[in-house]
């Protein structure tokens, strides 16, 4: 999700929720304690140099039970963000500490933000090694394209 659909979201909803992948609810007591911009420069396995940018929530569960972020004050951190650090209209990606802190992409479905997970990749298949995956067959299907060699067929 990017963060220009993070503010039309935020725009129509009168409170915030985000959830976790297993279905729970971050505390409603969150703070969003980070707005930042985030850029990777790096090389992939296969030599090829890249740059990554995505715009970074923190969220952060405190003892302050009775806290609650509004969406208003959160879009009025969002766009000073913007114009205090030059965030363009990239991804948005969420920490949130949990066991460790996770790092997760962010969707929508209507009520909540949902936080999704992120999986690694490799961006050099082609240069690196990395076998095309075998497609996959059904075991019915390959059956009935060899009823040829099917007992006194004659294709042995």
Not at 32 to 58: M, P, S
Not at 60 to 88: G, T, V
Not at 133 to 152: D, G, I, M, W, Y
Request: net charge negative.
């Amino acid at each position: 999700m990017k963060l220009s659909d993070v503010k039309n979201k935020l725009n129509s909803l009168e409170q915030i929720a985000f959830q976790l992948p297993n279905g729970t609810l971050v505390p409603e007591h969150f703070h969003v304690t980070e707005i930042g911009k985030i850029t990777k420069h790096f090389i992939d396995c296969g030599g090829t140099i890249r740059d990554e940018e995505v715009v970074n929530f923190q969220l952060w569960n405190a003892n302050d039970y009775n806290h609650r972020l509004h969406p208003e004050k959160l879009l009025k951190i969002i766009e000073l963000s913007e114009k205090k650090l030059n965030i363009e209209d990239s991804e948005v990606e969420v920490e949130y500490q949990g066991e460790t802190i996770g790092k997760f992409g962010l969707d929508f479905d209507g009520t909540h933000f949902l936080l999704t997970t992120k999986q690694t990749d490799c961006l050099a298949k082609d240069n690196c090694g990395v076998p095309k995956e075998k497609p996959k067959v059904k075991l019915s299907e390959l059956q009935s394209q060899s009823a040829c060699c099917a007992p006194n067929s004659g294709c042995c």
